[in-house]
């Protein structure tokens, strides 16, 4: 995939990813895995709300992967959640990132193997656990792993939200794992997110992410690039714009729309709405998460300050 250099800084690091999403107890969280406080980590884990734990759990996962040598966390309460989004990473780490022709047995036969153990863990965490919507990110993550087909995700997708309130972590989740590049189609991904925007408004941010997703296919693996075009398309803007409008008057969680925001923000960005742009810009303010702008930019916060001056605003 071309990334376009418009900044020579460096990229943000991967394991930035908890601060960056700002919130206070971001560090404490972490020096807690680092010591292996268990109980003062789960005791703060199970005091906040899933619009917090989602960004945190990933934050943290993060981390843990990067050190040396994974902590062996306990698996009980939220630190068993803790443990499925640190066992999916570091299953797909073993895999590595590379394209399956390039990808040996052996790190095949370690991805599955790891995989088996994390679907066990899932299926514990339920059994005590069966409101939860943020298993859904660990749970769709293993599934595109062992190669579920359309139907079966979706199958899936019923089953674990038939019990949970809808959040957009899960929902993108689902979105992410029905993209063409992962054996689905943009038929299928836009469908899903025009169907669940349309049942319930709090999902709109699914409109600008099945459109950065197509995108992103675009400029990655179509040979007639739209990337300078695609979201000049009126159909594109006018889709984009009516679904902003709605979802900036839903009572949303502020991870949770911070999220959202983001995704409208790097698609305006894109097209020629510049009153879209600056709006959406005001809300995200300090709040600028790597996904979707690292795709574009090697400093995110750089090139998120360059949209903000264009637009009159000042710098975070």
Not at 81 to 107: F, G, M, N, P
Not at 266 to 278: V, Y
């Amino acid at each position: 995939m071309k990334i376009l250099q418009l900044f020579k800084t460096k990229k943000i690091e991967p394991n930035s990813v908890l601060e960056f999403q700002g919130h206070p107890e971001s560090k404490r969280l972490v020096e807690l895995m680092r010591k292996g406080n268990w109980f003062e980590l789960e005791e703060s884990l199970s005091k906040l709300t899933n619009d917090e734990l989602y960004p945190i759990l990933s934050g943290l996962a993060e981390f843990a992967t990067d050190w040396d040598e994974i902590p062996d966390i306990p698996e009980r309460g939220m630190l068993a959640l803790l443990k499925c989004y640190i066992q999916v990473i570091d299953a797909w780490i073993s895999r590595s990132d590379k394209t399956a022709d390039e990808v040996s047995e052996a790190q095949f036969d370690a991805f599955f193997e790891k995989l088996s153990v994390l679907e066990k863990m899932i299926d514990n965490y339920r059994k005590n656990n069966k409101t939860c919507p943020l298993i859904f990110v660990p749970v769709f993550k293993m599934a595109m792993g062992q190669g579920y087909e359309i139907n079966e995700l979706y199958q899936l997708f019923i089953k674990y939200t038939r019990s949970t309130e809808e959040h957009l972590a899960a929902h993108i989740s689902m979105a992410y794992s029905l993209t063409e590049q992962w054996g689905g189609s943009h038929i299928e991904l836009f469908s899903f997110c025009r169907t669940s925007a349309k049942t319930n408004p709090r999902l709109l941010a699914l409109i600008p992410y099945a459109h950065f997703m197509r995108w992103f296919y675009n400029q990655g693996w179509e040979e007639e690039s739209e990337e300078k075009t695609y979201f000049l398309k009126d159909s594109v803007q006018a889709e984009l714009a009516a679904a902003f409008e709605v979802y900036m008057t839903q009572d949303i969680g502020a991870y949770e729309k911070r999220l959202g925001v983001n995704f409208f923000a790097f698609c305006f960005a894109k097209g020629s709405s510049n009153q879209n742009l600056r709006n959406s810009l005001k809300y995200i303010n300090r709040s600028v998460l790597q996904t979707p702008w690292s795709y574009d930019y090697y400093d995110v916060v750089e090139g998120v300050n360059e949209l903000r001056q264009y637009c009159k605003l000042p710098k975070i």
